[in-house]
């Protein structure tokens, strides 16, 4: 057996071996040494063979697993145990379609179209849902006369929302007037007068009647001491927690659905009203390791590297939720046209973001106060060298708005392909998991996301763009920009007669003095129609085709000689358009061209582009904006 990869820590697990695999292992070896031996069941050199398999492989597990629980025991010695992971939380609302009962731990399934994965959710606490509709008197004043069927409706508007109720039964209005039993025409606490909890204000408020006429009013509770009451919503937000460990159980998914496993009279619906959060993995060996490290580096009271700063950040800063250590200062935020962060020796930059439940509240909930920045600050700097400064900074956050156009495979509906698409964007555009070494937001990852979702034949088109929710103007793209073509005059001779318009006649100088075998050629084409006579025109202008400071001659910065009797050398001219040759006017020189450069275009969450955004600054996190999906 070749010998492992041992680099830092030794997997042992990978030799694992169960009973059949062993048992095998011995059969082979066996016939090896008795080529003619035929092994068959309930021989007594085959039960041998099963009985040691069997024992063996129980003692390679244990064995293989030895080393790690051995050095996890010396580690707990110093206060360090395994993360076992966590659960992730959330709130649902529930409903009901009359009085509804559910107990603790009642689970419930969000079941995620678009990776085909089950996750179940069990109640903190119980749910009690008795919904019903306010109930009570209306007494008419001012009204018209006449008669007016069960369910006529009669409304008050409280704080822009209006409550409406209908009559119980027939009534008349006469001089005026009428007593009307009414019930609001939905569930719910706030239908009540305020008197009995809701927001309706008590008997001398005035309703707006639509169906009675007039211009008469009607008064809640005249002459009736029970004024609007018996009102209850039909449904409570509860709080819910995975049934297991894991960050797989973090999912955007406010407003999804969820089903209860198990059936219960008058339950309606249940849906996320806050997104799970808060589960994470079980810590593998790996990462506990790695953490063990930096915690005996620590005793040396001096935190030096970047994970032994991210450490003591998680450590003892309960309010960062994500943090994130850079060797480099952000100088380039306070000079937009720069291309890249200092390196500066002795310096680092420290980011640290809060957790993040949605996308609507992240720009609050990502910000670390300045309290909390300054105390960091304070305590950073008592375990680092002195030779080492430290700056601090809270995360900032990016939006980013995606816009595609998808094909769906035949047999998927167009609404639960969106919908999956959609869950997949806003996972991957998660603050609470995204990835800060990447400045980037890749085009290509996008697409290929979606084109990974169930249901989904392919992106036909996609775009992106973005802003800044919190933070500097830092999220845009790479463009090329402030480039220019090199121009000259020219002198033709030996060229075909003919009138040429713009861009139909071409000269072209072949640069071999670097490379013979692999020659340049630097082109350029007239800007202005020129008629050649007699095979020659004189003092017209060219330009080069494309941007470039190589296209100047030697004088002015570029790579071709200067000629006698005018700067530049002598071209030849394109057989294909005029032919002939070509010379530098006398008055005139090639010059003009620049190189082009890259500069960041920063966007304001109105632009779309075909290609990659670029978070500008450090600690920058994003999450999703607009996701404008249209499956087809």
Known sequence: MASPDVKKYTDLTVYDSNATTSLNTILAAARTLLPDWNPQTGQIEVALAEAIANRSSEVIFAINRLPGATVETLLELFGLTKITGTQATATVTVSAYGSLSLPVDTEMLYFASGTGVGYVYKTNSEVNLNPAKTGGVLTLASCTNGSYAAGTTFSVTVNSVTYTYAANDAFTV????????????AFGVNYNDVAHGGVVPNGSASFTNTNVGGTGTVTAGTGDTNGLINGADDNVTVAVTADAVGSTFNQSVVGQTLSLLSDSANFKSAEFATSPTGGTDVETDT?????????????????????????????????????????????????????????????????????VSNASSASDEVKVSSANLADLHTDLAQVVPASLSVDVMSAELADVDVTATVVKKSGTTAATVKTAIETALKNYLDPNSWNWDDNYVRRNELISLIDAVDGVDYVSSLTIGGDSLVGTNNIGYTGTTGGAKTT?????????????????????????????????????????????????????????????????????????PDGTGGSGPSFTGSAGDQGGTATVNSGSALSGGVNDSSQFIALSGSTLVSTDLVLKNLGTLVTYGTLNITVT
């Open 488 to 560: 000259v005059n020219l002198d033709l001779a030996g060229a075909t007669n003919a009138t040429y318009a713009v861009g139909e006649a071409t000269v072209y100088y072949v640069d071999s003095t670097t490379d013979p075998d692999s020659p340049v050629v630097y082109a350029y084409v007239n800007t202005e129609s020129i008629t050649v006579s007699g095979g020659a025109a004189t003092n017209k202008a060219f330009q080069a085709v494309a941007n470039g400071l190589d296209y100047n001659n030697q004088t002015n910065g570029g790579k071709l």
């Open 287 to 355: 990462e506990y390791f790695d953490r063990a490290i930096n915690l005996l580096a620590s005793f040396t009271s001096a935190s030096t590297t970047a994970s032994q700063l991210k450490y003591f950040v998680s450590a003892n800063k309960t309010y960062a939720n994500r943090i994130a250590v850079f060797n480099r200062r952000r100088y380039r935020d306070r000079d937009t046209t720069a291309d890249s962060y200092g390196f500066h020796n002795g310096h680092v930059l420290v980011a640290v973001g809060g957790k």
């Open 174 to 185: 006469s001089g005026g007037a009428a007593t009307v039993p009414v019930t609001a025409t």
